[in-house]
């Protein structure tokens, strides 16, 4: 068992992979929520998915369901759910004012060692933290939706985040099975989302100029760029199809800024484009609920065997 509680702010879909990654990792972990109802709720979830991980063999870590589960604690008193904590990670919704009003009040609570985390997506470091008390014990640990499948966690520091919270952030990712990556500075998008963004702007446009079907540019990503990319990143891609990056950028470099010459504006994201995308993704004939719930149990699947392929590489 390792030393000191984890607590989790916010018992919603984040919140409880967090709770899971964390208990694998042997860590105690207290379940926070406003309201008892939803901290139950959560706490079965957690149990049930457990057991569907148990039964594919991909349950994380070294303990036994039962243990893990016994790790996991919920408790609707805030006061009481900080007493002896480590580390919180802050799962509320992203809204500012309200990770505002959770701060200030852990600010009140926390004692020099405590390391207030939060999961936001698209919040700033400084928006969020600035005139705190604890802000050298501050940071953002942005994990990607479903943080147990997939592990990249970007740690993004406050202007005056201590380099040791970075560092005991990092650290800890490491220990739960997480991949940690820290940004030196604030950046609006982080770092995933701006590379997603990218990509996600790319296909836009070529669906709008009428080069390739939504369902085709997809697969151009499934059953290609992205089979390299789950396992080297664009630069070390890059770095392999020639003799190294250098000699990349000599052979390709002219090539690559014609291309990206030839990129517009950025999208609307609204409109006819939106529409086409959004018809060509769904099966008209089935239920759309159920697709949502199909189509993210796949993905879940996938993800789940990938990291186990990975882990085995
Ligand atoms: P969610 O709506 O599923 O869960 C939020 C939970 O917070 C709910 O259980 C709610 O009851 C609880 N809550 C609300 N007010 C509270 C309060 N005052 N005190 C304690 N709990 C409170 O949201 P989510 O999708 O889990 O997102 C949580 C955070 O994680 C957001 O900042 C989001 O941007 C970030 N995030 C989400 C994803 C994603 O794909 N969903 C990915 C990465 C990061």
Known sequence: LQE????????????????????????????HDIVQEQVS?????????????????????????EDQMALISGCTDLKEALHGAQYIQECVP?????????????????NDSTIISSSTSCLSPTSMFTGLQHVKNCIVAHPVNPPYYVPLVELVPHPQTEIATVERTYNLMKKVGQSPVKLM??????????????????????????????RDVDLVMSEGLG??????????????NAEGFKSYCERYGESIKRVLATFGPVPEF??????????????????????????REYRNTCLSHLAKLKKEM
Do not use: C
């Open 270 to 295: 609204d409109g006819e484009i939106a529409e086409k995308i959004d018809q060509a993704l769904w099966e008209h004939e089935r239920d759309k609920d159920d697709q949502l719930k199909a189509g």
């Open 41 to 65: 709720t959560a706490l079965e979830d957690i149990r049930k998915q457990m057991e569907e991980l148990m039964k594919s063999e991909m349950l994380r870590g070294t303990l036994s369901m």
């Open 94 to 110: 992203e809204n500012l004012d309200l990770k505002l009003k959770i701060f200030s009040e852990l600010d009140l609570y926390v």
């Open 227 to 240: 089979m390299r990319y789950a396992f080297l990143g664009p630069l070390e891609t890059a770095h392999l």
């Open 185 to 214: 500075k604030e950046m609006d998008g982080f770092v995933l989302n701006r590379l997603q963004y990218a990509v996600i702007s790319e296909a836009w446009r070529l669906v709008q100029d009428g080069v390739i079907s939504p």
């Open 4 to 31: 000191g509680n984890i607590v989790i702010i916010g018992s919603g879909l984040i919140g409880r992979s967090w709770a899971m990654v964390f208990a694998s990792g042997g860590f105690r972990v207290k379940l």
